[in-house]
């Protein structure tokens, strides 16, 4: 039985810090920074992830009792929270965020929460080194994946509650209590953010926010895998699909135009569908196509065989938006290419069957 209290508690609080954090940004002047790539115009403050943060916080401490895992998760959050803070209001350099991100993931592991055994084509690989290097690329991965789809109003906070509410059902079917807890609090103090984060967002998340909603979803994902049969690490690649699919486009795109990785620029999927569709709605279509991904989820416990007909289905209507779109390259379409090449050859030889 859930206790409502975990989830209408960091609502109320994220609800009512997230207007005292939009005033104290006036006098430490935390605002974002308009650019050739930003979407937005004026004074908007970009530290709304302290009110995620400290709702999360309170209603933690008032609520649940740590084990050692929870304890390793919080501490290692808090590291992603505190240097994503310093970075929104003095910048950091990338090199030196990547390392924060190995160290908190790090704390995780030492507190036990990583990947045990990893399993290939039927093939487990529990050498220490492996898993251990394995969980630090998985965290650092998701952490800078749901960082980089923080680019438009609601977007970020938006999937990553979709995605933390799909995890806390699955945790329940599991009777995974203690997964089940975290992420409905969690989602509750992302969802109040929200309210002032909707396009037209008054206030933005900024990396205080996004780095450790990034981090937290990780970590959870970890911790479930460990003892659960359901609550996998292959769950949270499918509900991070979009952001794990353009954070690869981007690495493939910039190499390809000699950029460095961390070298931002506009053609981000949201990008791309926001010229088509609109800010509000680009964001309501991503937060759909991740829900679908979830519900994907659900169809493949009932039946593997659907499931995998629906996922292949969703990432193949990916893939060509990809290719039409030129997100990686304006020559990158193959899929498109191997269906004009096979069309070619059944007029080919339509026309010479009529021929003869």
């Known amino acids: 039985m859930i206790d409502y209290k975990i989830i209408i508690v960091p609502l109320v609080l994220s609800i009512c810090l997230t207007p005292v954090i939009k005033r104290y940004s006036i006098?430490?002047?935390s605002y974002a920074q308009e650019n050739e790539r930003t979407v937005h115009h004026g004074k908007i403050s970009r530290i709304?992830?302290?009110?995620?943060?400290?709702a999360f916080m309170i209603t933690m401490a008032l609520f649940v009792s740590c084990d050692r895992a929870l304890d390793g998760i919080i501490i290692g959050g808090s590291i992603m929270f505190f240097a994503g803070l310093i970075d929104d209001l003095v910048d950091l350099k990338a090199s030196v965020k990547l390392v924060l991100e190995i160290i908190a993931a790090i704390v995780l592991i030492y507190y036990g929460v990583s990947v045990d055994v990893i399993r290939v084509f039927g093939f487990a690989i529990n050498i220490p080194i492996i898993t251990v290097l394995f969980t630090i690329i998985w965290i650092a991965g998701i952490t800078n994946a749901v960082n980089l789809i923080d680019g438009l109003d609601g977007l970020a906070g938006g999937m990553s509650v979709v995605i933390l509410i799909v995890i806390g059902c699955l945790a329940l079917v599991e009777r995974r209590i203690d997964v089940v807890t975290?992420?409905?609090?969690?989602?509750?103090?992302?969802?109040?953010?929200?309210?002032?984060n909707a396009h037209p967002a008054s206030i933005f998340m900024g990396d205080c926010g996004s780095l450790f909603l990034g981090f937290m979803i990780s970590a959870i994902s970890l911790l479930g895998f460990k003892s659960s049969t359901i609550v996998t690490l292959g769950l949270p690649i499918l509900l991070l699909m979009l952001p794990i699919i353009d954070t690869l486009s981007a690495i493939l795109r910039r190499t390809l135009k000699g950029m460095k990785f961390m070298q931002a620029d506009k053609s981000h999927?949201?990008?791309?569908?926001?010229?088509q569709f609109g800010h509000g709605n680009t964001v309501i279509i991503m937060c759909a196509?991740?829900?679908?991904?979830?519900?994907?989820?659900?169809?493949?416990?009932?039946?593997?065989?659907?499931?995998?007909?629906?996922?292949?289905?969703?990432?193949?209507?990916?893939?060509?938006?990809?290719?039409?779109s030129g997100m990686i390259n304006e020559k990158f379409h193959p899929l498109l290419s191997l269906h004009r090449r096979i069309k070619e050859k059944v007029?080919?030889?339509k026309a010479k069957f009529y021929f003869h």
């Open 347 to 349: 007029t080919k030889f």
């Open 289 to 324: 196509i991740t829900a679908l991904f979830g519900l994907s989820a659900f169809i493949y416990m009932l039946n593997r065989a659907i499931g995998l007909v629906v996922i292949l289905i969703l990432l193949l209507g990916i893939e060509l938006f990809i290719e039409k």
């Open 48 to 54: 709304g992830g302290v009110a995620i943060y400290l």
């Open 27 to 29: 006098i430490a002047k």
């Open 182 to 196: 975290i992420t409905f609090i969690l989602a509750s103090a992302t969802f109040g953010f929200l309210v002032y």
């Open 269 to 275: 999927l949201h990008h791309l569908l926001m010229k």
